[in-house]
């Protein structure tokens, strides 16, 4: 079955550049939304449509396509941005939404 | 905007069903499907299915089809997500989301509710 890789941690110093990295064979004809889970609570959407930004999401989110492979980008990473970040894609084989494993962003 | 307003805990026996309900506040449901995903404890999204709500078509997830059924109330304005044949391995906090879906291959979930807690213990 289709799937969507992503590496499970990510560490980066406050301030720093955060980039974390969902790739997928298929990844090419789907746009890629990305969401953002802190502990306890429910997922939130932080790019949709490969590179946009939802109202209220905070400007140093971004979202960038290459090929076969999403990246979210957080420029200047801040201690609340520590969080799980799943990325999520449409896969038309299968007629089914699918999501990456999920990678564990740790600022320190 | 709108959320989605889920209530908190289930308990089930195993083999036993349960139903999750979503109520739409501030929009009307039948604007935009609804879909699940689950989340089981420490483990990543799982998309379960989702359903469009203003003519009732259903699109389940290979893994979940014949044992789940995904219903919507729109007096009420609620979504409903019925799983049979509960296991063990079913424990998961279950999520509804509003779907939106833009071209031929770009879905998304621009709003989730806070999630309903399905234990499964004997």
């Known amino acids: 079955s289709y799937e969507l890789t992503q590496p499970p941690s990510v560490s980066v110093s406050p301030g720093q550049t955060a980039s974390i990295t969902c790739s997928g064979d298929?990844?090419?004809?789907?746009?890629v939304s990305w969401y953002q889970q802190k502990p306890g609570q429910s997922p939130v959407m932080v790019i949709y449509q490969d590179t946009s930004r939802p109202s209220g999401i905070r400007e140093r989110f971004s979202g960038s396509t290459s090929g076969n492979t999403a990246t979210l980008t957080i420029s200047g990473t801040q201690t609340m941005d520590e969080a799980d970040y799943y990325c999520?894609?449409?896969?038309?084989?299968?007629?089914?939404?699918?999501f990456g494993g999920g990678t564990r962003l740790t600022v320190l | 905007q709108g959320q989605l307003v889920q209530a908190g805990v289930d308990v089930k026996k195993p083999g036993a069903s349960v139903k999750v309900s979503c109520v739409a506040s501030g929009y009307n449901l039948k604007d935009f499907p609804i879909s699940w995903v689950r989340q089981a404890p420490g483990q990543g999204l799982e998309w379960m299915g989702w359903?469009?709500?203003?003519?009732?078509?259903?699109n389940y997830a290979q893994k979940f089809q014949g044992r789940v059924t995904m219903t919507t109330d729109t007096i009420t304005n609620t979504a409903y997500m019925e799983l049979g044949s509960l296991r063990f391995d079913d424990t998961a906090v279950y999520y509804c989301?509003?779907?939106?879906?833009?071209?031929?291959?770009?879905?998304?979930?621009?709003?989730w509710g806070q999630g309903t807690l399905v234990t499964v213990s004997s």
């Open positions: 989301a509003r779907q939106r879906h833009d071209y031929s291959n770009n879905y998304y979930f621009d709003s």
């Open positions: 999520q894609a449409w896969d038309i084989s299968n007629v089914s939404i699918i």
């Open positions: 359903i469009i709500v203003y003519n009732g078509n259903t």
């Open positions: 298929k990844l090419g004809i789907s746009y």
